[in-house]
Every structure is written in structure tokens, then in C-alpha cells.
């Protein structure tokens, strides 16, 4: 029952996206992560989409995903990974993926939503067209994007703004697997 509950899908209008940023502010602020603010300048960026997912039409979680084709594209990663970022900007076309967030679940629902939104900003940047999928994660985090997703670890650093955070592993995911990694996800 609560896997058919559960839906992901792009973000297209305001009042679903004001939802997704009021959830994510909720779960920063539980978090402890606070930013002061309910959004950031790049949610509302041209190039930018939001992919959210639903559970009994409630938002439990979403991401925030960057359209970059080229080394000159606006990528948070690249605050990060700035060598590594425009390297691989030079190469492909990729969605740069930030922002993921999940409302508290039980484990394995969370491990769902997270999952399910990969998944589905992978498919989303396979219709626009993008070859590949980045993001800068937590380095014990990075388990599932390489086990379950197959996602390979490019570089690995500390943040310069939270340098007492764990270090962060630019990861690399293919959005040719989409397909295959559907599974993971309510994407049909």
C-alpha cells in the first residue's frame, strides 16, 4: 500500500514547488542545518528543475537538479569540485544534483524516496538530452549511488564552507541507466 502511495515527479507549478521548499526548510531546520531561509537563489535559476516525491499527496521529499551543458554553466558542485566540475562540463552534458532532502520516514521508505529521486533526475536529464547525472555527496553516503545506482566516485574533498562536515565524493552516474534503474522507483 505505501509503495503505490508513493509518486515522484518533476515540479511544475508554484504551489507544488512552494510545498517542496517549505518541506526542505522544515527538514534542514530538524536537521540542524540552517540557512536562515525557506529558499536559495538557485531554486529559481532558468536552468534549474525540481523533482519531488509524494506520499499520500503530501511531499516527503525532493530534489533540486541544474541543467549544465558546457564549462561555463552555473553548477553548485563546482563550488566544491571546481577543477573536476569544468572538466567534466567540457566532456558532457550533465544535471547537477543538490539539495536532496527527506521528511523523517522509517528507514526503509527514506531509502526509497532518496533512491526514487536519483532515479528520477536521471530520467529527467534523459529527456532533455544530458549525458550524465553529478552531485557532491557525503562520503558515507555514497553507498547506495555506487551499489544500487552505479554511480562512480570521481574525486573526494572537504567542503570549504563546512570544513568540520565529512568530506564530500563527486559522484558520476550514466543517465543511459535510467531505464534499467526503474525499479527503484515509481516511475512506471
Not at 515522484?8 to 518541506?23: A, G, I, P
Not at 553516503?141 to 565529512?166: C, M, N, T, V, W
Request: proline content about 4%.
Amino acid at each position: 500500500m505505501t509503495e503505490r502511495a508513493l509518486r515522484f515527479l518533476r515540479v511544475e507549478d508554484d504551489q507544488l514547488l512552494r510545498s517542496v521548499l517549505d518541506v526542505r526548510f522544515s527538514v534542514d531546520r530538524e536537521a540542524k542545518r540552517r540557512t536562515g531561509r525557506v529558499e536559495d537563489p538557485h531554486d529559481f535559476s532558468a536552468n534549474v528543475v525540481h523533482v519531488a516525491a509524494l506520499l499520500r499527496r503530501q511531499v516527503v521529499g525532493g530534489l533540486r537538479g541544474h541543467i549544465c551543458r558546457g564549462p561555463d554553466a552555473i553548477s553548485p558542485t563546482a563550488e566544491i569540485f571546481e577543477e573536476e566540475v569544468e572538466w567534466l562540463l567540457h566532456c558532457v552534458s550533465a544535471m547537477d544534483h543538490s539539495r536532496l532532502f527527506c521528511a523523517q520516514l522509517d528507514r526503509e521508505l527514506s531509502r526509497k524516496v532518496r533512491l526514487g529521486l536519483v532515479v528520477h533526475a536521471l530520467a529527467c536529464g534523459r529527456e532533455r538530452g544530458l549525458d550524465a547525472v553529478i552531485a557532491a555527496v557525503r562520503s558515507g553516503s555514497i553507498s547506495p549511488y555506487r551499489q544500487e545506482l552505479g554511480f562512480r566516485p570521481i574525486a573526494k574533498r572537504r567542503s570549504l564552507r563546512f570544513p568540520r562536515d565529512r568530506p564530500q565524493v563527486l559522484m558520476f552516474g550514466s543517465t543511459a541507466r535510467c531505464a534499467e534503474l526503474s525499479h527503484l522507483s515509481a516511475l512506471g
